[in-house]
């Protein structure tokens, strides 16, 4: 029997996510350009980091991958086979903190069709707790939303773009509200993405973080400065130019 070749037992298993590929987008309100001819793909299965001044587009830009905003160009999302699973997990939760809400209440809210104040529904009970256990969380179900801390609200959030399970993930700025032990939890979870073949479009400031974290970087202000391995990305020459920027008045 020939042996089996080391190389094909150690081959990559097809990615689960899609191909993004943004071709000439743009986005004007009013007479602000806030995206200028943005043009980038992001790899099936990797961990695609977004940098940037504040004010460069790029939330605008998710907000376009989500159909939230109107845009000029060419968006298309390339799926390995039937179109997936797309979660999305926000900067930040705004809401009453007075509130009688428990994490529970509102991962149901979040996760189910089924209204929250009847409770959790059986279908999405085990993957709600299986999500709430990744983040750490499974022991303050009960907890109000409220009296929770911030980095505890971003695990959370956290929880409920994991259900249902996707295939793409975007994330904007999951760690700037998350403690140590919160960025240890993210760090495991970007490990497990990439293993499993998610994709992920990831929006960071901590940029020690993407470039120990990210398979790809792509440095927008207003338009692409740069799109790169983090190695050739996040030189101190590409940054002063990336964060010396000005989007609003940059001419077009």
């Given at each position: 029997m020939t042996p089996t070749d080391p190389a094909l037992s150690r081959a990559t298993p097809v990615p689960l996510g899609p191909t993004l590929n943004f071709s000439e987008v743009n986005l004007t309100l009013g007479r602000t350009t806030i995206l200028d001819n943005?043009?980038?793909?992001?790899?099936?299965?990797?961990?695609?980091?977004?940098?940037?001044?504040?004010?460069?587009?790029?939330?605008?830009?998710?907000?376009?991958?989500?159909?939230?905003?109107?845009?000029?160009?060419?968006?298309?999302?390339?799926?390995?086979?039937?179109?997936?699973?797309?979660?999305?997990?926000?900067?930040?939760?705004?809401?009453?903190?007075?509130?009688?809400?428990?994490?529970?209440?509102?991962?149901?809210?979040?996760?189910?069709?089924?209204?929250?104040?009847?409770?959790?529904?059986?279908?999405?009970?085990?993957?709600i707790g299986d999500a709430l256990e990744r983040v750490g969380m499974q022991d303050k179900r009960k907890r109000r939303m409220g009296a929770l801390s911030g980095g505890e609200r971003q695990r959370v959030l956290l929880a409920q773009g994991l259900i249902p399970a996707p295939q793409l993930l975007v994330l904007d700025e999951p760690m700037s509200a998350l403690d140590e032990a919160g960025i240890q939890v993210f760090e495991r979870l970007l490990g497990d993405w990439r293993a499993v073949g998610i994709t992920v479009l990831w929006i960071e400031h901590d940029l020690e973080a993407v470039g120990r974290l990210a398979d790809h970087v792509t440095g927008l202000s207003r338009r692409v400065l740069f799109d790169a391995p983090p190695q050739q990305a996040l030189t101190p020459e590409r940054l002063l130019t990336l964060f010396s920027t000005h989007p609003r008045s940059a001419a077009r």
């Open positions: 943005v043009t980038f793909t992001v790899r099936p299965g990797s961990v695609h980091a977004l940098v940037g001044p504040n004010g460069g587009g790029k939330s605008s830009l998710i907000k376009t991958l989500l159909g939230q905003m109107p845009h000029q160009g060419r968006l298309t999302l390339q799926w390995p086979g039937e179109p997936g699973t797309i979660g999305y997990v926000p900067q930040a939760l705004e809401f009453d903190r007075g509130l009688p809400m428990t994490v529970d209440d509102f991962m149901a809210a979040m996760c189910q069709r089924r209204p929250a104040f009847l409770g959790l529904s059986r279908h999405y009970a085990g993957a």
